[in-house]
């Protein structure tokens, strides 16, 4: 296209196009008027829109939102027809906001082919069927229950990945960035992320009397199962399914959870080898941290196989859709999808604004924010190490993102086992000795926004990395309530109902002990008095006593 400069002053300026004449609208900074940067506008092949005065202003507005954007010179406009419309700011400022949304089909990168590693869990989920108080084992377990009952769309996820940034370690968007974190996964599966030491895969291999107590098996049933696949000792889920449902059908809730939880562990949580519990998950099991080794594996399996160009990511599938759902928005254009769109499609529609970008209830809590002499956080997973970065999930922990953070709070950490030339593992181990976790003392009150030096970054970073797929237009921002309740908030209300219980629980052993002892202080009380009854009846005795003898010894 045969293009002028346009006038940085800021005045309309015409120019001339393939496609014909047109002028520059500026784009004003809504809050200080101050012009930013200029958009280009230009006849369409639409034809011609009325201009605001003649009051056919939403007519633009459904044109800006059918027409595909541009880029110019750095810049990302929209091609609109001639308008006849006033320096008024508030005309200007609307204009722009319809007309600006960002486009990548300035070079677009191949997608990768991707599969996952989904384990059938059919019989995992009819054993949950024995849990009678899911509430109860909730508060035991966490909510593993909820792992087992996710109805993944695969769809989904094979479309979110290819968003993954390898630099960064993150989803990397045309103008924002979302960075599964410690926190969120520990949120999702109510499971606090303990301060001792995480699975390291250097623990020795569990003896079969720790196994037998925790699994409240007998030690021989234990060594004629334990057996060698793929290079790792493990047991059989079948033998151990068998077990599990004889113990649920006779009524022994501690061993039936026991086991329960370790198939979930073993099957679910840390898939690897189809049937087949190996001695990394009994591990994690008998550790009771598996949140990092949990984030660990989604990172480092996704980061290795994106080298790669390809192939089967190993991780808990239905915990990285389960965080990966409620960032998505709950507008009545996306959640409806009336044009049937693409995952790709409705991925590519969403801007900064359309995130979901926190849960409320994250706010009170401490971030881990790096480890030991790290400036970020090392995960170390089963199959190798790698790093994420809590610097770019400000804004999902309910922080502001003011700017690019510093590239040393960027360093990106990687080794496989068995490949692990600069002995990261032993670094990484060490690390977790030495946690260093941020509050708002240190991050700022609660202020979940992305100003716009930190914006301009990541646009920058979506231009250099290159999307997959061409620009959508932008979804409707109007934004309505769901009309049923969303599972997560089915949970929230399950959670606050425990925590109630709990307080319930808490405050009738307060109510006991006081009423126990004022009980108590009652008795005390009555024995006091009569004493003091009985001290005062003596007292008059005394007194009567007294004087009688005076009155004897009166002349």
Excluded at 2 to 11: L, V
Excluded at 265 to 279: E, H, T, W
């Amino acid at each position: 296209m045969n293009q002028k400069s346009p006038d940085e002053s800021g005045s309309s300026q015409k120019w001339k196009a393939d496609t014909g004449f047109g002028c520059w609208i500026p784009r004003f900074d809504e809050s200080t008027g101050v012009l930013r940067q200029n958009f280009l506008v230009s006849p369409s092949r639409v034809g011609i829109v009325t201009s605001p005065a003649d009051s056919s202003f939403s007519n633009l507005s459904s044109f800006l939102l059918s027409v595909d954007p541009i880029e110019y010179d750095g810049c990302v406009g929209v091609l609109i027809p001639s308008l006849r419309i006033t320096d008024s700011r508030s005309h200007l400022s609307l204009v722009t906001r319809r007309c600006v949304f960002q486009t990548m089909d300035c070079g677009r990168r191949n997608t990768k082919k991707y599969s996952f590693r989904c384990p059938d869990l059919k019989e995992l989920k009819k054993l949950a069927s024995f849990v009678l108080d899911p509430l109860d084992f909730k508060q035991r377990h966490g909510k593993l229950l909820s792992i087992l009952s996710a109805d993944v769309v695969e769809g989904l996820l094979s479309v979110l990945v290819q968003f993954y940034d390898p630099l960064y370690r993150c989803f990397t968007c045309p103008d924002f960035q979302l960075v599964p974190t410690l926190e969120e996964y520990s949120h999702i599966l109510g499971i606090l992320v303990s301060s001792r030491v995480t699975f390291s895969g250097l623990e020795e291999i569990p003896r079969s009397s720790i196994i037998v107590e925790a699994l409240h098996l007998k030690k021989s049933e234990i060594e004629a199962h334990w057996v060698k696949k793929g290079g790792l000792f493990g047991l059989p889920s079948d033998f151990l399914i068998k077990e599990v449902t004889a113990f649920a059908q006779a009524g022994s809730v501690d061993a039936f959870e026991a086991i329960f939880v370790f198939l979930i562990y073993g099957l679910a949580l840390f898939p690897n080898i189809d049937g087949f519990v190996d001695v990394n998950a009994i591990r994690l099991f008998l550790i009771g941290n598996p949140v990092p080794t949990l984030l660990g594996d989604m990172y480092f399996s996704l980061h290795l196989w994106n080298s790669k160009g390809g192939g089967t990511i190993f991780c808990c599938i239905p915990l990285l859709y389960k965080w990966f759902i409620p960032h998505l928005p709950q507008t009545l254009a996306f959640v409806e999808n009336k044009q049937c769109l693409r995952w790709s499609q409705r991925l590519m529609s969403l801007t900064n604004d359309d995130i979901v970008w926190y849960d409320p209830s994250l706010s009170s809590l401490e971030i881990i924010d790096c480890y030991g002499e790290f400036s970020n956080v090392a995960l170390i997973g089963t199959q190798g190490g790698i790093n994420y970065n809590p610097a770019l999930a400000r804004h999902q922990l309910g922080f502001p993102l003011r700017e690019k953070p510093n590239n040393t709070l960027l360093e990106g950490l990687f080794y496989q086992e068995g490949k692990d030339p600069q002995h990261l593992k032993q670094e990484m181990v060490h690390a977790w000795h030495n946690v260093h976790r941020k509050g708002r003392s240190e991050l700022g009150p609660c202020n979940c926004v992305a100003l716009e030096a930190y914006t301009l970054w990541v646009k920058k970073r979506a231009l250099e990395l290159k999307m997959l797929y061409p620009c959508e237009r932008p979804m409707s921002m109007v934004v309505v309530e769901p009309l049923t309740l969303p599972n997560q908030d089915v949970e929230e209300l399950e959670d606050a109902f425990v925590k109630m219980k709990q307080e319930k629980d808490m405050w009738e052993e307060c109510f006991r002990a006081l009423s126990k002892k004022h009980e108590e202080l009652q008795l005390e009380y009555k024995d006091k008095d009569a004493l003091i009854e009985l001290l005062e009846d003596r007292e008059e005795d005394r007194s009567y006593s007294f004087g009688r003898v005076l009155t004897c010894l009166q002349p």
